[in-house]
């Protein structure tokens, strides 16, 4: 599969910095991205587009609300495309704090918000809690878009690689040589 760059692309006038956009931004990364070209204007096999945002905590989130212009843009915009789409917004937190609270409820709410209205809409919709583990996670499908967004703690025993990850890399370094 061949890797497509957006920045090369002729009908754009002027550079995207996707690092001034955040969740919150109207339309999203996604609205950035595509500023000025209509999805259905690229010849396109698939998009995947995944964006990790680290913060100390959740209060460390400046909107307290679900993030969703890159939910409605991926519905609007990307479902009937001609490619297929998956997109993946991740929120991480580095630790638990007891100020999380209030933030965390006010994403949970937001995405039962922006869950019901797809599901309304005939849209496949799945919410997935996982308490123990800390993450939630909403996975909404339209036609060719598989959109996902999800925030959870940091847990080093999911995150970071294990010995025989690194043992696999290893060997695959060796025999690239």
Do not use: W
Not at 21 to 50: D, M, V
Not at 104 to 113: E, F, P
Not at 145 to 163: G, R
């Amino acid at each position: 599969m061949k890797d497509v760059s957006i920045r090369n692309a002729q009908s754009l006038e002027q550079k995207i910095n996707l690092t001034e956009c955040t969740p919150y931004t109207p339309s999203g990364y996604l609205g950035k991205l595509f500023e000025g070209i209509s999805p259905a204007e690229l010849n396109l096999r698939q998009l995947s587009i995944h964006v990790d945002i680290m913060v100390e905590s959740l209060q460390d989130v400046y909107h307290l609300m679900c993030p969703t212009a890159d939910l409605h843009y991926s519905m609007n915009e990307l479902a009937n495309a001609s490619f297929n789409s998956f997109v993946q917004i991740s929120i991480c937190c580095a630790q638990i704090r007891p100020t999380d609270e209030m933030p965390r409820n006010n994403l949970l709410v937001g995405m039962q918000h922006a869950l019901k209205y797809y599901h309304e809409q005939g849209v496949k919709t799945e919410f997935v809690i996982e308490p123990c583990e800390g993450y939630v996670d909403m996975t909404v499908e339209r036609g060719n878009v598989e959109y996902s967004f999800a925030f959870f703690y940091y847990n080093p025993t999911i995150c970071d690689p294990t010995p025989e990850d690194m043992d696999v890399d290893t060997k695959v370094d060796e025999s690239m040589e």
